[in-house]
């Protein structure tokens, strides 16, 4: 019994079995049947089966054009966020030297070094008014 195939549209086996040729006079039938294996013919597949799997073919080669393509395009944003933030990073760090350099002296006064600046962080309210007091009682 012939073993179906998706890809065939009929399979054909040719069997000489050796019990027709038991029988006959000539003996050479007989061996041909018993020693040649059975011949299978394959008929072409159907153009259905082949628009199905050039179809699939397209498909994969489509999908995997777009599938490549994005990643390529994640690639090149994620390169040009990483530039992006360096030189973000860069300019920070200019800006933060820049002002190293640029800031002026703390003003402390000669007698306590007591910091003058208000907008100073380490500004005291309470030292500058006690120096202000004693500058004044002199």
Same mark, same amino acid.
């Given at each position: 019994?012939?073993?179906? *195939?998706?890809? %065939?549209?009929?399979?054909?086996?040719?069997?000489?079995?050796?019990?027709?040729?038991?029988?006959?006079? *000539?003996?050479?039938?007989?061996?041909?049947?018993?020693?040649?294996?059975? %011949?299978? %013919?394959?008929?072409?597949?159907?153009?259905?089966?082949?628009?199905?799997?050039? %179809?699939?073919?397209?498909?994969?080669?489509?999908y995997?054009?777009?599938h490549?393509?994005?990643?390529?395009?994640?690639?090149?944003? *994620?390169?040009?966020?990483?530039?992006?933030?360096?030189?973000? *990073?860069?300019?920070?760090?200019?800006?933060?030297?820049?002002?190293?350099?640029n800031?002026?002296?703390?003003?402390?006064?000669?007698?306590?070094?007591?910091?003058?600046?208000?907008?100073?962080?380490?500004?005291?309210?309470?030292?500058?008014?006690?120096?202000?007091?004693?500058?004044?009682?002199?």
């Open positions: 019994m012939p073993v179906p *195939n998706l890809f %065939t549209e009929s399979l054909t086996v040719a069997r000489a079995s050796a019990s027709d040729y038991r029988n006959a006079s *000539n003996h050479s039938l007989y061996l041909t049947a018993l020693f040649n294996p059975p %011949t299978l %013919t394959l008929t072409m597949t159907s153009s259905g089966v082949n628009v199905f799997r050039y %179809t699939a073919l397209l498909l994969g080669v489509t995997g054009v777009y490549q393509s994005v990643i390529s395009a994640t690639a090149k944003i *994620n390169e040009i966020n990483r530039e992006y933030s360096h030189k973000e *990073n860069l300019i920070q760090k200019a800006k933060a030297e820049w002002k190293k350099k800031m002026p002296k703390e003003s402390k006064t000669e007698g306590g070094g007591v910091i003058t600046d208000p907008n100073d962080s380490r500004f005291d309210l309470e030292a500058y008014l006690t120096v202000k007091m004693a500058d004044e009682a002199k």
